[in-house]
Structures are given as structure tokens and as C-alpha cells.
């Protein structure tokens, strides 16, 4: 223990706020030594010494609750009494209650005193109230006793008359409510500290698995350039069978579900015309000897797709993917199936987004505005939990999010098609994306680890539950002791916690201190055609799977009989939609601002050029020419003609030309 340790006093909280704590900030214990003058104070400095770490084991170690025996029985005898049989148990202080001998409690009697105390005047006895439910609690009391005179001192204010001598620990019952704080360590209650609302995790969950879905094939589609993507017999069976099911989808506008399912058949056969379109004509007749007896005729499944999607187009979105990201996925499917396949003549102007159609990964314009946007929400949520988390010991987290280079903003287009996507906006969102998604698995990441450190629980109610009793008047009717909280080993605020122990230690071994999750691009070969699967699943369910995904359903979902994590409880700011409106205004505003400082740049440097031409030209006109051009540009301004010849015209002064000009209607030439 430090020097600086030990001086700490006895009224101090520990963490320099003043009053009580359940946790001093350091033990201090008195030494003796022989000559020493003992006083009242070393005394009783080393109770307090002995009673505060006794007290601190049972807090920490063990825990309040029962520890042996308190069973709460019915009164042989009937009525408004029960019995409480002897037993050991622990409150929230650390203090042991002990019951030495078998004692009977008038529970009606209790009832009326609590009733006095919560309400200030007696109202009789309460039997009349028809059936009640309550807690019936043990609490810790200390009684001084045994009084004795002291000894005269030279102390100038010494005690009057008798001062207690001892300290008897007693008991109290006492009666309340029958809901309790219940103060066990949840561990799911500790990971919702960290992640926040679960409904704005979801959608920023979402919107980061979106992106993973995506990263492989952006940075395919942005490596190959004009390369063509390999067309193989995977590809054949996705054609064939995509084709055969959306010939069988009937005619008119599908039901909702049925339009999910065909718009997944249409992403499915949209990405292998697509690879077929990427390769040359000596691409497709390879191909066509191949597969051909299985493609059939590839402009008749243009038809079929341009049919289809007309169709799907018509059905209601919110219906068909009620989910918003989803939602998004169905019509950039439909979108750029109509755009870069269904044309009998697919046009080249636009590579990164029919390699990208090719991979079953559409990016439409709408959708590519839309990315913009989820990766400012992916951002501004993790920055905002880092703000907010009790503890991240990912230490580089905060810095890597806050460096992250984010895309400008769009405007959300008003036509299809009007915008074409270059490579230098598929690779921002493409780095940003990949910075992000890590960074958000890496939080989470280390919020379910911080859950294997229970924290330290402090409570302000030191009663300790020990039956709930069901009464019919002033009767006791009932008496149930199997909710009342028990020591377990490691302390009770820790039951819920040991059946998963070993379980989430098993995981945190593999999750939890090991380097942090980075983003591996895939590897695409220098030369020939590109290997790549189509992305499985877009529009399905996103499974989740892993160590991470199974330690948060350890944490989250309870197990039979165990109590469900607490809900996190946030003040929400919510942003009007004129302030939101604003700010997107405010952005297509910058982004003009930024096009218009561009082309100004531009004027600046012509003008640069044409003051260098202009100085050139000087420099080769020849020498005489040059000196005339100074004289005429410095001469006099000619005399004004007396009135005595009004009839001649005024003689117009020369202009520096090679040409004589025409005279004006009305004048001799």
C-alpha cells in the first residue's frame, strides 16, 4: 500500500466526491508497537479495519442473498403470521444477518405499519382490502448496549453519564411491494450499454452486411476494367433454370411474395446474360459451342426479362421487401436488368456496371446514392457509441473511424441511367466501405468481450427478500421463497452469468485477442477472364454466422428460466424532416459550389494563356509597326473644325488597320 494510499480518510467516497461508499478507497489497519500510548482510536480503527474487509468479501465474493436456512413457512396457528426459521444471509453492505432461533412474524402487523409509514396516518387494520401480494424482507440493525460511566478525561466536551459499551447486530422484518430490484449481472444488459437501441443497430447492421455483400464484387469490377468475367457451367444451370421459372410466372402484376421470388430469378438470369455480354464476339461463340444447347436463343431471354421486369415494376415496393434495405437491392435489380441487358444491342458505355450486374451485384443510381449515405450513418453511429460506451479497449478504433475518407453526398436522381458510374466514385465508396464494415465488427467485437468483466454493483436497498406472501385480508395465504436470490459461488449477482462462463471463454479465446478484423480483397488473376461467383442471397435473409454472431446469441437470447436482458432506456434526438431536407439542400449546394470553383479555375488559367499569346504576338511584330502603334496610341485628339464650313463632313480620325473602311449611307467615299 503507498504512502499516498494510506492517508486517505475515513469520510472520503474513494473517488474524491465526499459523503458514504460502498467501496473505500483504501484499507487502513493500525500498528502497535511497544512504549506506544494506545487511545480509543487505534481501537477503533482496527474494528473498522476487521468489519470493512469482512464486509468487502461479502459484498464482492459472495454477494446478498440467502446463504443457509431463513425458510419462511405458514403459522401452525393460521392468521396474518408465518414463521421464519434460522439462517445465515448477506445484504448489499457486506453485513451478515444471522437468525439464531426460530421467530414468528405478525405479517399483518407489518403490513399496517408499513402502510403508516408510506401514507403518514393510520388507517385502521387494512383487512378489508381483499387479496394482496407482498415481500416480506430481513434487514440489518445494530443496537448499542451495555452501557457503562467512563473514566473522567482531560477531554474539554467529555460524554454525560453512561456511554454503550458494545454493539449488538440484530435483525428487522419488514414488509414491501413485491417488486424488487433485482440486481443480478445480465451480461446482455452490459453489451446493450455498449451497442445502444437495438432497432438502430439493426439498421446499421444491415446496411454494413449490405456492404460486405458488395466489397468483392466492387473490387473485381473496378480491377478488371474491359476484362470479361468466365461464363461456366454454374453460370449455364443459373440461366437455364432462371429462365425456365420466370416462363412459368404467368402474366399480370404478381403478389407480393411472388414478386420477391421472381426478382431473385431475374437478378440470377440478368447476371449470366450480363457475363455473356462481357466477352467479344469470339467470347460468346465460344461460349454458344459450350453451353448452346442449353442457352437457346439469348435474345429471347432479353424478352423474357424485359416482360418480367415490367412486371415486377408495377407491383408495390413497400409490399414486396417491407425491409428497406432490401427494398433498395429488388429495384436496382429491376433497374439495371432493363438498362445494361434487356436492350437487344447492350451498350459498352458503361463497363464497372454490367461487370457489377455480371457478379449478381447491381448498383443502380439510386442505389449508389443511397451507399453514400449509409456510410455518413455507419460513421456517425460508431463515433456516437464510442462517445457513449462505458469502456473500449479497441484503442485504434476511434481514430480509424474518424480518418475515414467519405464520398460527397448526391442528390437523389430523377431519372434512371442519367449518371454513369466512373472509377473513381465505385473505389471511394469501395475504401470507406471496407474501413467501416471493419471497424463496426471490431466494436462489436469488443463490446461482447467487455461482457466476461462483471462490474462492480452497488445497491441502495440493503433488505434481503425472503418470501413473497399472497394475503387475503389480514390471512396469509400463500408463501413462495423459490424467487428469493441465493449465495451462489462467485456471488449471486453472477447466477445468470456461470452457465455460459465457460462457453463465452471458449469463444473470447478466439475473438477477443486475437488482431483486429481487416478487410482481405479477393485476388484477381493479370490476364483472361475473371472467376467469380454470383453473390448468393442478396435478397434472402442474411445469415449471420461465426464465433461473434454466436457469442451475441449467447448474450442476448435467455436461456429457460433465465431473465431477459434490460432494455437500454437513451434520450433519442429525433431531426425534423425540414432540418434533414435542409441538409441534403445543403449538400447538393456544396457540391455546385465545388464544380463552380472548378470552372473558375479553369476561366483563370485560359485567361493565363491568352495574356501570354497576346504578349507574344507583340514580340513578333516588327519594329516600326510596333513604334506607330505607340504613336497613334499616344497622339492628341484632333482640333474641333471652325463653323465656317458646316457643308464638309468631319474628317474621321484613322484607325490602326490595313483595311480602309467602307463610308457610312450618306457619305462620299
Known amino acids: 500500500m503507498t504512502a499516498s494510499m494510506a492517508t486517505t480518510g475515513k469520510a472520503d467516497c474513494g473517488c474524491g466526491c465526499g459523503g458514504a461508499s460502498t467501496r473505500p478507497s483504501a484499507f487502513v489497519r493500525p500498528r502497535f508497537f ?17 468489519t470493512g474487509k469482512a464486509r468487502l468479501h461479502n459484498r464482492t465474493v459472495s454477494g ?109 422484518f419488514v414488509v414491501k411491494c413485491a417488486d424488487t430490484e433485482d440486481h443480478r449481472y445480465n451480461p446482455g444488459t452490459r453489451l446493450l450499454t455498449s451497442i445502444g437501441p437495438l432497432g438502430a443497430y439493426d439498421a446499421v447492421r444491415a446496411r454494413s452486411t449490405r456492404f460486405e455483400l458488395y466489397l468483392d464484387a466492387m473490387v473485381v469490377a473496378r480491377a478488371v476494367g474491359v476484362r470479361p468475367i468466365r461464363f461456366d457451367a454454374a453460370d449455364a444451370e443459373r440461366y437455364e433454370t432462371s429462365l425456365r421459372l420466370l416462363r412459368q410466372s404467368g402474366e399480370g402484376t404478381p403478389a407480393p411474395d411472388v414478386a420477391a421470388a421472381m426478382t431473385e430469378q431475374v437478378r440470377g438470369l440478368a447476371s449470366a446474360v450480363a457475363r455473356y455480354d462481357t466477352h467479344d464476339a469470339a467470347g460468346q461463340e465460344r461460349i454458344r459451342g459450350e453451353f448452346g444447347g442449353r442457352l437457346g436463343d439469348v435474345a429471347e431471354a432479353r424478352a423474357v426479362l424485359g416482360a418480367v421486369c415490367d412486371r415486377v415494376a408495377a407491383a408495390k415496393p413497400e409490399e414486396v421487401w417491407p425491409d428497406e434495405a432490401r427494398r433498395s437491392l429488388g429495384l436496382a435489380v429491376i433497374a439495371e436488368t432493363r438498362a445494361r441487358v434487356v436492350p437487344e444491342e447492350p451498350g459498352t458505355d458503361a463497363p464497372l456496371e454490367v461487370r457489377l450486374l455480371a457478379q449478381g451485384t447491381p448498383v443502380s ?71 467501416l464494415t471493419a471497424a463496426l465488427t471490431r466494436f462489436v467485437t469488443d463490446a461482447a468481450c467487455a461482457t466476461l468483466t462483471p462490474p462492480c454493483i452497488d445497491r441502495t436497498d440493503t433488505d434481503v427478500l425472503l418470501a413473497h406472501l399472497e394475503l387475503d385480508g389480514c390471512d396469509v395465504l400463500r408463501v413462495c421463497s423459490a424467487t428469493r436470490e441465493q449465495v451462489l459461488p462467485g456471488g449471486s449477482a453472477y447466477g445468470e452469468w456461470l452457465p455460459k462462463l465457460y462457453r463465452l471463454r471458449e469463444l473470447a479465446e478466439r475473438l477477443c485477442c486475437h488482431p483486429a478484423a481487416v478487410y482481405r480483397p479477393p485476388t484477381v488473376p493479370p490476364e483472361g477472364a475473371v472467376p467469380r461467383p454470383c453473390v448468393p442471397g442478396l435478397l434472402g435473409p442474411w445469415r449471420r454466422t461465426g464465433d461473434l454472431e454466436t457469442m451475441w446469441n449467447l448474450l442476448l437470447r435467455p436461456a429457460p428460466g433465465e431473465t431477459p436482458p434490460k432494455p437500454l432506456h437513451e434520450q433519442v434526438y429525433t431531426v425534423p424532416s425540414e432540418v434533414t431536407d435542409s441538409l441534403h439542400e445543403l449538400s447538393v449546394l456544396r457540391a455546385q459550389v465545388r464544380d463552380l470553383t472548378d470552372t473558375v479555375k479553369t476561366l483563370h488559367a485560359q485567361l493565363d494563356t491568352a495574356r501570354e499569346q497576346v504578349g507574344q504576338v507583340r514580340e513578333q511584330l516588327p519594329e516600326r509597326l510596333g513604334e506607330r502603334l505607340d504613336e497613334l496610341e499616344s497622339a492628341p485628339p484632333p482640333p474641333a473644325r471652325e463653323k465656317a464650313e458646316p457643308a464638309k463632313p468631319p474628317a474621321r480620325r484613322a484607325r490602326p488597320s490595313a483595311r480602309t473602311q467602307k463610308p457610312r449611307s450618306g457619305e462620299s467615299s
Not at 34 to 49: F, P
Not at 403 to 408: E, H, V, Y
Request: aromatic content about 4%; overall charge negative; charged content about 30%.
Open 365 to 435: 443510381d439510386a442505389l449508389h446514392v443511397e451507399f453514400r449515405h449509409d456510410l455518413v450513418t455507419i460513421r456517425e453511429w460508431l463515433l456516437g457509441r464510442l462517445d457513449r460506451a462505458p469502456g473500449v479497449a479497441d484503442c485504434s478504433l476511434r481514430d480509424l473511424v474518424r480518418s475515414t475518407p467519405l464520398p460527397r453526398l448526391l442528390p437523389a436522381p430523377e431519372q434512371e441511367g442519367d449518371r454513369r458510374l466512373t472509377s473513381t466514385d465505385l473505389a471511394q465508396v469501395e475504401e470507406a466501405a471496407a474501413r
Open 34 to 50: 511497544a512504549g506506544q500510548l494506545l487511545t480509543e482510536d487505534d481501537l477503533g480503527l482496527l474494528v473498522e479495519y476487521v
Open 64 to 172: 446478498p442473498g440467502v446463504v443457509c436456512g431463513l425458510e419462511v413457512a405458514c403459522d401452525p396457528c393460521g392468521g396474518g403470521s408465518v414463521v421464519v426459521h434460522p439462517g445465515h444471509a448477506l445484504d448489499c453492505r457486506g453485513n451478515d444477518i444471522v437468525l439464531a432461533c426460530k421467530e414468528k412474524v405478525d405479517v399483518a402487523a407489518l403490513v399496517r405499519e408499513q402502510r403508516v409509514s408510506s401514507v403518514g396516518v393510520d388507517c385502521g387494520d387494512g383487512c378489508d382490502d381483499g387479496e394482496r401480494r407482498y415481500g416480506l424482507y430481513v434487514r440489518y440493525e445494530e443496537l448499542p448496549v451495555d452501557p457503562v460511566a467512563p473514566y473522567a478525561t482531560e477531554e474539554p466536551c467529555p460524554s454525560p453519564g453512561c456511554v454503550p459499551s458494545r454493539i449488538r447486530e440484530g435483525v428487522r
